[in-house]
């Protein structure tokens, strides 16, 4: 068992190492994204706090590389459990599977803008502000590559994980049900969704039916895509798709707006 242990975290560690620069590019754009949204108040009492700007990047690239290996590594053993773990690679085949999803999807998400923004004016006042560099950057590094891990390689295999116990304890791995990681992608999904809420209700200032569905719409239904490749054929394929959506739909947006 000690082995077993002291093998599968030797193996965590190491391939924690591809994901290390993303971490850091992303603990970096997000700390300078969220500086740039943050009322000036506040940016002020947090340098007075940390002693300079470069102090508070720094705390954030900290917290994106304390809570990304925490949920690579815990997330490493998890997968293994269940079965899910695939080579890290990108197969020929598969893109050819996903690679025009991604397109269609990018460009749904991009109508976002168009659709919503006509409904709620917002929607299209957040838009029009523009797309910076670092936002563009941290929603493809944070996004595409952090957001899997703490939600797909973790916490969607964690719920699994637990539906095992309780309905498949005796199951061999390579045999456990498809539902249980339908129902565990549903539940990552939801969860996903409704952790937006308080930044929603305090971004529009209120919650309709409408605001209520846009959430869920964006963060929710396009994550079961990432969840079912997750499932199928490895978490590069759900971090690609994370990626890709986020990069066609920006670049769309830089386009039109």
């Known amino acids: 068992m000690k082995q077993y242990v002291s093998l599968t975290l030797k193996k965590a560690l190491q391939t924690y190492l591809v994901i290390l620069p993303f ?5 970096i754009t997000v700390g300078m994204y969220t500086c740039e949204h943050s009322a000036p108040e506040v940016i002020e009492a947090a340098i007075e706090q940390l002693g300079s700007y470069q102090a508070m990047i720094a705390v954030t690239v900290i917290q994106t590389l304390v809570y990304s290996l925490f949920g690579w590594v815990i997330g490493y053993f998890i997968v293994e459990r269940l079965g899910l773990m695939k080579p890290f690679r990108f197969e020929k085949v598969v893109l050819v599977k996903v690679c025009p999803v991604i397109v269609v999807l990018g460009f749904t998400f991009a109508a976002d803008y ?12 957040d838009y029009e502000k523009g797309i910076s560099v670092a936002y563009f950057i941290s929603s493809l590094t944070y996004g595409g590559v952090i ?6 390689w973790f916490f969607m295999g964690f719920i699994a994980l637990i539906l095992v116990m309780i309905f498949a304890r005796k199951t061999d791995k390579n ?14 999904a939801i969860v ?8 929603t209700q305090m971004f529009f200032g209120r919650i309709t039916g409408l605001i209520l569905f846009r959430c869920f719409l964006l963060n929710g239904a396009f994550a079961l895509f990432f ?12 971090m690609l798709g994370h990626f890709g959506i ?4 920006k670049i769309i947006l830089i386009c039109v707006i």
Request: hydrophobic share 55%; charged share 15%.
């Open 147 to 152: 957001e899997e891990i703490l939600l797909r």
């Open 114 to 125: 168009f659709l919503m923004g006509r409904l709620i004016p917002e929607v299209a006042a």
């Open 246 to 249: 986020h990069f066609i739909s």
């Open 23 to 27: 971490a850091v590019i992303s603990g």
């Open 227 to 238: 969840g079912r490749w997750f499932r199928k054929y490895g978490i590069q394929y759900a």
């Open 192 to 199: 996903f969704s409704a952790g937006h809420l308080p930044a």
């Open 175 to 188: 045999e456990i049900p498809d539902w249980i990681f339908i129902v565990a992608n549903v539940i990552a």
